[in-house]
Nanobody, 125 residues
């Protein structure tokens, strides 16, 4: 089983930046597509960003494109989400997810096998 642990969330003012990290426990991380999702109170969980297992190829939700960057370091079994120019509407619990053995970029919740516990991001106006 792949265990995922997110960190780096917190409180930030609008226009600020945060860098989220997601550390994976298993060697299979290097053969897993990775993604970030978020869920705000009263709303459904939504896709944020995804990256294929070899890196390089990424995909972003329109709402974060140009502001967020997903990356991974397979040597450290870690995926990152750099969030710049944060807005109050970015406030949510952010989850990382792994799709083991998936070679492409996964953008649907059902494509992912394992999920982290989430980390809270709050953006004040």
């Amino acid at each position: 089983q792949v265990q995922l642990v997110e960190s780096g969330g917190g409180l930030v003012q609008a226009g600020g930046s945060l860098r989220l990290s997601c550390a994976a426990s298993a060697r299979t991380f290097s053969r897993s597509a990775m993604g970030w999702f978020r869920q705000a109170p009263g709303k459904e969980r939504e896709f944020v960003a995804a990256i294929r297992w070899s890196g390089g190829i990424t995909f972003y939700a329109d709402s974060v494109k140009g502001r967020f960057t997903i990356s991974r370091d397979n040597a450290k079994n870690t995926v990152y989400l750099q969030m710049n120019s944060l807005k109050p509407e970015d406030t949510a619990v952010y989850y990382c997810a792994a799709a083991v053995g998936f070679a492409g970029v996964a953008i649907r919740e059902g494509q992912y096998d394992y999920w982290g516990q989430g980390t809270q991001v709050t953006v004040s106006s």
